[in-house]
């Protein structure tokens, strides 16, 4: 661009040319998203309690199947007509004679129906932390604006709405997931006993609470892309016009 | 101080808004020249153009055509990038409401635009500490803004807004929310950074206050320039008005 030689003594001031930056470090913006969650404490808890209850839902349904799976595994028939009785669909076993040469049942998925509540939850939530994040950003207008007045690039912005999306998102998640998986494993006992536990594959287990955080902190992140947006694109000057 | 300097230079500037179906021209053709280290207040009543004016002088804003010269660079020609650089360290802003950002201390406050500008913590704090104390507030720079006064925010703001030594000070009615004896204070305040330090100060305004501190007056009425006075016209003229509002 013509203008980037025309300009260089105009942004010259100090004689060198690390004086031309405009940065935020990310330790810097890590410090400032950290505040702003504190200050606001009580409504970064709204946001996350929708996010919380719908990975806990998802965490209990993940972790019911870990339960019914590992009945099932155990092998012991009694279990397997318990399971039945509890309502789970199970696949045939074997071959006719039950001859299926001791292979092993593939595990219980969860039902269609319950995927699709899951699934459903998930989806109000994450409209539900875009609404709460449209919130924030509408209150927060004179504060974002004031920053750019100071200099502050949109990456700015959105890099600190996004760290603190992603703290909370890590948060709710991580607290919802060990809610369901354990509100799920409160049920399984109380269903079927201490099998229900004894024949639980931790790893599974694991793997069903760290899916759920990751889902969890993902639709924290996409929740909070389109109000984060919006918050970097605002020019400064309309942030000024905002009145308190 | 220096002379002869342009550091703002305003050029036939309109500038058209669109409000619903109806086109409104906040500014008709204006042409302004503020030298460095000028005390210039623009002055005018409410839906004059006067803080459509103040925005375009402070890069926040850019006219329908004509052109505003920014130390004698086009701001219509920046990138996003570079207008934030100019606003991070040729301006300084002031507003009516102070602007502090709430969940910040004073010095927090004071260091982001230093921040910004790639200092050091260190240096950032060192600085801040300095301003703060340069407006009085250096025992007060652990306290957010809701523990201060208005007069003691707008010193803080005052503080952040040389952060940086910028070329030039823009303060949107810097007393508008603050009570008379207050806003002579920071009136004062502000002139003695002017003079100081060379600061060009700009200032849009309602307060006739700032009259008698002002280098220059540029009345606006109806999107253009009424009249420009210096300070030697001014004082009859302030008299006039006074007698007018008695």
């Known amino acids: ?244 | 101080m220096e002379t002869g300097h342009n550091i703002v230079r305003v050029s036939e500037v309109t500038r058209t808004f669109r409000m619903g179906t109806q086109v409104v021209q906040a500014l008709k053709g204006v042409d302004l020249s503020i030298q460095a280290g000028e005390y210039l207040s623009i002055m005018g009543p409410s839906g004059s153009g006067k803080s459509t004016l103040f925005n375009m002088i402070g890069g926040l804003d850019k006219p329908s055509t004509g052109k505003v010269y920014i130390d004698e660079v086009d701001i219509a020609q920046l990138d996003a990038y570079e207008l934030a650089w100019l606003r991070n360290r040729k301006i300084g802003y002031i507003f009516q409401t102070f602007n502090l950002i709430q969940v910040m201390t004073a010095l927090e406050n004071v260091t982001l635009p230093m921040i910004f500008a790639g200092l050091s913590n260190e240096e950032a704090v060192e600085k801040g500490l300095e301003l703060l104390g340069l407006v009085g507030l250096r025992e007060r720079h652990a306290h957010k803004p809701n523990e201060l006064s208005g007069g003691q925010q707008q010193r803080v703001a005052i503080a952040r807004s040389l952060a940086n030594t910028p070329a030039i000070i823009l303060a949107d009615e810097p007393t508008g929310n603050l009570d008379l004896s207050t806003g002579e204070e920071i009136i004062a305040l502000l002139k003695h950074l002017s003079s100081e330090r060379g600061v060009t100060v700009i200032s849009a305004t309602h307060d006739h206050k700032m009259l008698a501190v002002s280098d220059r007056v540029v009345w606006i009425r109806d999107g253009r320039i009424d009249k420009v006075e210096s300070r030697d016209q001014l004082n009859i003229s302030v008299g006039v008005i006074s007698s007018k509002e008695a």
């Open chain 1, 1 to 244: 661009m013509a203008n980037g030689r025309a300009d260089s003594a105009f942004f010259d001031t100090g004689g060198t040319k690390i004086s031309r930056q405009v940065v935020l470090p990310f330790r810097k913006s890590l410090e400032i998203s950290i505040k702003s969650i504190r200050v606001r404490f009580f409504r970064s808890m709204i946001t996350v309690i929708g996010l919380i209850l719908a990975v806990a839902f998802l965490g209990f349904v993940l972790t019911g199947a870990d339960v019914a799976t590992g009945l099932l595994r155990s092998g012991d028939p009694e279990l397997r007509a318990v399971l039945v009785k509890a309502g789970y669909d199970l696949p045939p076993v074997g071959g006719p004679g039950g001859g299926a040469a001791g292979a092993v049942p593939e595990g219980v998925a969860t039902g269609a129906k319950e995927r699709w509540i899951v699934i459903l939850s998930l989806l109000v939530c994450t409209v539900g932390i875009v609404n709460a994040q449209l919130m924030a950003v509408t209150e927060r207008f004179r504060e974002i604006g004031t920053m750019k007045c100071l200099g502050a690039l949109d990456s700015f912005v959105l890099r600190l709405f996004l760290l603190e999306a992603g703290m909370q998102g890590l948060a709710g998640s991580f607290l919802g997931a060990l809610l369901g998986a354990a509100t799920a494993l409160l049920a399984g006992l109380a269903r079927f006993g201490t099998a229900a536990v004894v024949h639980l594959s931790w790893g599974a287990l694991a793997l069903t609470v760290a899916a759920a955080v990751g889902v969890g902190f993902v639709l924290s992140l996409v929740g909070v892309i389109y109000p984060a947006v919006v918050a970097a694109r605002m020019r400064p000057v309309e942030a000024m016009r905002v009145q308190e």
